[in-house]
């Protein structure tokens, strides 16, 4: 039994593998494989209407948010949210809570002014910054909703004037939120939704043709919509595995009640490293994430033991990332509160607690 903690690519539902590999074998009964099947044939098509629909169902999306599929991973975003949104010479504002935040901030600047209204980075990171001013000429504020690398995630999302844009890659689906008060949402599907390879991308169609710039056919959201998130040919089996995802997701009760058994899987771990004395997390307690868990130990010369001892156990992907060092634990939504407890377990055990 593997328990995988990793962060991304990351679980999936193992009902998700099971019935990707069928369809790898036999598409819908057709004989074909879904690697060979065509995008513009009514069975693929009925594919990614249903994904694009679910999304909408499951964010409770008004008529205003279109939902698209597209290529690349959360990095194409960075590019072309500015691309599609931010004049030469107009303003955006944007948060640097993180490695993610930063290069959002670095390609925005390619496409017009950037004012950063607040950075963490004093504090490596572990903090989400709570005071800041957002200029009423910004074109948009952007925030990363959780950060994934040092385990910071906004537990309560800025109220602001201006139109709001989030990086949700790594918390999308695991929380209810107003979602319609997003004017765009865009997440790389690795972490909740699916395979690496494709993005979902959330927009609220007002924003869209408001600047001069030329766009580039394949970069301009609107070409996108139009054609009904098939301009070209999209990741098909990528977008295939995120329907079957959403399908689970819905099977379950949706957000909010994948939402309890995050809140649940956060409070079991995070309550034992408050009460082991071996462990600490490394992220200011109001401000952790629920999906990715952070924490070193006290004594750092046991960290290479217990990270044996985890893998003994078939705990797999709990090494920090190398620029904060420690644990990370990553707790999406297809990991089950059975997984959580061996960690915790074990956790207990090497500390020699009953
Ligand atoms: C993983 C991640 C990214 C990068 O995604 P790619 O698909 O590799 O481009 C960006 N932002 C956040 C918050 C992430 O967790």
Redesign the pocket.
Known sequence: MVHNFNA?PSILPRTVIEDAAAAVLNFNNTGLSILEYGHRTPAFTAVMEEARALVKELMQLDAQHEVLFLHG????QFMQVPMNLLDTKEKAAYTDTGV?GSKAIKEAKLFGKVEVVCSSKDKNYTYIPKDFAVPNDSRYLHI?T???IYGTQWQKIPKTSNPLVA?M??DIFSRVLDFNAFDLIYA?A??NMGP?GVNLVVVNKNMLGKIKRTIPTIMDYRNHINEGSMLNTPPVFAVYVCLLTLRWLQSIGGVAAIEKINNEKAALLYNEIDSNELFTGTVKKEDRSKMNVCFVMNDPALESSFLEYTTSLGIVGIKGHRSVGGFRASLYNALPVSSVQVLVDAMRTFAGKK
């Open positions: 991304g991973g959360a990095s194409t993610w990363t959780n950060n994934t990086d890659s790594s790389g690795q972490k690496s």
